[in-house]
């Protein structure tokens, strides 16, 4: 079945720094690739997503970027703010089966 | 437009005990989706309904979860008997997949422990 790793598990930065977020996936038919925000008590928030013929989308400070060929994706926030401390999930669709498998998810925080 | 909407949003009942979930999705979303969040990790999908049917209940532990969507629109997950390791957040979502939009909407959860 598909497999979602995501990378690093914690991640502190320095409000106005740049945070990166990797994910790498096993299954070559997956053809949907979202990012979602998690706050404290709260569902998950889709903040981006990203469909197999696109290679980057960019949405104010977040952008995503997919290599289909290496199979992995990320998630870059610019200059981060406190309000972005969250806990961040990627997720990857499969084309064969429809299921959503997120990743192990990232906690990000921003040091005011 | 309101969000999902899930209930109670806590729980906490002792072991061997049954619980139930309500989820009221996203108006005119067909499909609806149960997962399950287990401390440090990402959401695990339990249950996938298509309109009022069953779409994929491959990751249910079906000796003690059940599922409904009797009339297509809200739906019920329960546990019983409840065992330690349920202890979880139960996430509701659901998305408008008949218009091609994968996009899931998730609600506030119901977090449940299990004493």
């Known amino acids: 079945g598909e497999n979602v790793e995501q990378h690093p598990s914690t991640l502190s930065v320095q409000e106005g720094d740049s945070a990166v977020i990797k994910c790498t996936y096993s299954d070559s038919a997956s053809n949907y690739f979202p990012w979602y925000k998690q706050e404290l008590g709260k569902g998950p928030q889709l903040i981006i997503d990203?469909?197999?013929?696109?290679g980057e989308k960019k949405d104010q400070r977040i952008a995503v970027t997919l290599n289909k060929t290496a199979k992995h994706f990320s998630l870059h926030i610019t200059e981060t703010q406190p309000e972005d401390s969250a806990v961040y999930f990627c997720?990857?669709?499969?084309?064969?089966?429809?299921?959503?498998?997120f990743g192990q998810g990232t906690t990000l925080q921003v040091k005011p | 437009e309101a969000g999902v909407a899930q209930s109670p949003r806590y729980k906490i009942i002792e072991k061997r005990q049954s619980v139930a979930f309500w989820c009221n999705p996203i108006s005119g979303h067909a499909t609806l989706y149960w997962y399950q969040q287990i401390l440090g990790q990402g959401p695990k999908l339990l249950i996938q309904?298509?309109?009022?049917?069953?779409?994929?209940d491959s990751q249910l532990p079906k000796d003690r979860f059940s599922a409904e969507r009797l009339k297509g629109v809200d739906s019920t997950l329960k546990i019983q008997p409840a065992k330690l390791e349920d202890s979880a957040v139960y996430l509701c979502?659901?998305?408008?997949?008949?218009?091609?939009?994968?996009?899931?909407?998730f609600g506030a959860g119901t977090r449940l422990s299990v004493l």
């Open positions: 990203i469909r197999s013929n696109v």
């Open positions: 979502a659901s998305s408008d997949s008949e218009g091609g939009d994968y996009i899931q909407y």
């Open positions: 997720a990857v669709r499969s084309s064969n089966t429809g299921k959503l498998i």
């Open positions: 309904f298509q309109n009022n049917g069953v779409v994929d």
